[in-house]
């Protein structure tokens, strides 16, 4: 027997009030017994009974699906691992970063940037940005809350939510972690024999403390590159594995975004007509990329993003470094040794420090119990994009469209309409006796 009792829920370990703060309605609730091989919560834990859907993260996924959820009138509750909004915005990135696509292409659902940001915010920019979304939309994450494990109950129907020692309970989920929730760490051989320093482009903030020093970065992504052009901006000497084939675009082309101006051909033209367009532009203002040890993929850029989810560098002035000998591209790490690196090619070189930018992944499968929607080998929807945002039983999942802060405006706003749409006075003031 499941039991209501509507007083409020303190949990003092957060240091954040009452649960009440955070989602009107939420309710205490009493597990007397499991009826019909249900679930039920670790001992000691408390349940929470959550009226409206459970957000995972606090991240501009997260921000925005809240925030279309409260537009249609439907509360919601987001728990947030670390102890503020927008963590990887935050504490993982670095402090040249802007953002790479012009403003109008990452608005959050219903609040425009502010007319004098530049057209490339900055990373500061975007945060006071999305701090201004969560004070306009009254938005208030349990922050702290680490999500050890969310799991579907059949038998009553609910998402049983564990998070520190409180179970919460909820007809829908909303996975908000994004495809970037962790850092990745590639094993190489004799990593542990190396006497320089070694982080990932996730504790990485400038390159003052790299003057005059032999860094090797790891990577050719556009944190590869741009982290590259930081350290030779800070008289640091800089190397960058290429092992793959990658594009890299300029970021404008006829004083047009390269980005904008592709969406604009892409509603009149095939996307290999818009791709090859692409590449000569390309070619005509950052010349043969191959005869500095850039090999372009056979398939176009706008294609390969679309079909494998790898998006083109947009070149903000690595390239000019790399043209210039400042930035050495080198191959594929073949092992490491106490003094340096050893390259595919048998080549040896000594450094002092070595970054790895290689990226991110989902954390989604440690700790979501569920084998259909969510694949466990990248923990990415299995379905591509535009069916990307919805799983069976009330399971939803914005910002994992491979498209950026616009994909995730998207999701926020079909996931909103598809809740809302079951939202009414039956489904608020609903009793859980079984």
């Known amino acids: 027997m499941i039991t ?8 003092p370990q957060w240091n954040l009030g009452s649960v009440d703060e955070h989602l009107p309605g939420v309710v205490d609730v009493k597990i007397n017994d499991t009826p019909r091989g249900g679930r039920t919560a670790p001992a000691g834990s408390k349940s929470v009974w959550v009226p409206g859907p459970v957000i995972v993260g606090a991240g501009p996924s997260g921000l925005a699906t809240a925030a279309c959820l409260k537009q249609k009138g439907v509360p919601s509750l987001i728990l947030e691992r670390d ?4 963590s990887s915005w935050k504490l993982r990135t670095y402090d040249r970063l802007r953002l790479h696509l012009p403003k109008r292409f990452c608005e959050l659902p219903f ?8 057209t490339y915010p900055t990373r500061k920019q975007f945060i006071s940005y999305l701090e201004a979304y969560v004070q ?18 059949p038998v009553i129907g609910f998402w049983r939510v564990r998070a520190n020692d409180t179970e919460f ?6 996975v908000a972690t994004g495809e970037n929730a962790d850092a990745v760490l590639p094993e190489i051989d004799g990593i542990s024999d190396f006497q320089g320093s070694i982080m990932h482009s996730c504790s990485y903030k400038n390159g003052d403390d790299f003057g005059g020093k032999k860094v090797l970065v790891v990577g050719c992504g556009n944190s590869g590159m741009e982290v590259c052009l930081d350290l030779c901006n800070n008289s640091a000497h800089a190397s960058m594995v290429v092992r793959d084939k990658l594009h890299v675009l300029p970021r404008e082309i006829l004083g047009r975004s390269t980005f904008g101006l592709s969406m604009s051909l892409l509603k009149w033209l095939p996307v290999r007509w818009v791709d090859r367009f692409l590449l000569l532009c390309s070619r005509a203002v950052l010349g043969d990329t191959q005869r500095l040890g850039l090999e372009r993929p056979k398939m176009g850029p706008l294609q390969l993003k679309n079909t494998a989810g790898k998006t083109p560098v947009l070149d903000v002035g690595a390239l000019a470094k790399i043209k210039s000998g400042h930035i050495k591209v080198v191959p594929a790490i ?7 690196i050893e390259f595919a090619d048998g080549r040896k070189e000594v450094y002092d420090s070595v970054i790895f930018a290689t990226g991110y992944r989902s954390n989604v499968p440690s700790w979501l119990k569920e084998d259909d929607f969510f694949s466990k080998q990248d923990g990415l929807p299995r379905k591509p994009f535009p069916h990307s945002w919805m799983g069976k039983n009330g399971l939803y999942a914005p910002g ?6 616009m994909g995730a405006s998207m999701d926020a706003h079909r996931i909103s309409d598809h809740i ?10 609903l009793s859980l006796e079984l």
């Not at 309970?169 to 909303?174: F, G």
């Not at 749409?421 to 003031?429: E, I, L, M, Y």
């Open 334 to 340: 073949q092992r490491f040794t106490p003094e340096g």
């Open 169 to 174: 309970i909820s007809r829908w989920l909303v």
């Open 136 to 153: 306009h939309f009254s938005i208030k994450p349990m922050f702290g809350m680490e999500v050890r494990s969310a799991e579907y109950d």
């Open 420 to 429: 809302a749409s079951q939202w009414n006075a039956k489904t608020r003031h």
């Open 83 to 86: 102890d503020c909004i927008a």
């Open 4 to 11: 209501i009792q509507r007083k409020p829920v303190f949990a």
């Open 111 to 118: 609040v425009p940037f502010p007319a004098d940001f530049p």
């Open 400 to 405: 994992f469209t491979r498209r950026g802060l």
